[in-house]
């Protein structure tokens, strides 16, 4: 069966193409939205480190994690226990939905149209 449609390309009329040529202004939003990224990536690793050193007992890094979630304690902490574990991991995860969620409403906003 033939294809019915000119292989021609066909200009675009004024108004849709400065439509199409706008979404060159997104740009500096979405280097701004990659360097934001990028900084909540290096967060997340260093709570990371800082969650595995405290769980060997490295005594910085946990006043590090204490002081990060801000958790107020009557006693000082000397050692990692379940609330900080928590807190911790509840703060890496929410790191890790807001990135997730993030990329993907700004790749569903991006994403043509499909013609059905």
Known sequence: M??????VPHPLKPLPNLIFASRW???????????AQAVYVFHFWVELVHLL??????????QALITSI?????AP???LNETVIM??????????ISRTCSSWSSSVA???????
């Open 87 to 96: 807190l911790v991991v509840l703060g890496l995860i929410d790191v890790v």
């Open 77 to 79: 902490i000397t050692t």
């Open 53 to 62: 050193e405290a769980a060997f007992g490295n005594q910085a890094a946990l």
């Open 25 to 35: 202004l997104q740009l500096p939003l979405y280097l701004g939205l990659i360097a």
């Open 70 to 74: 801000g958790y107020k304690a009557d």
């Open 2 to 7: 033939a294809d019915t449609r000119s292989s």
């Open 110 to 116: 991006t994403r043509p149209l499909s013609r059905v």
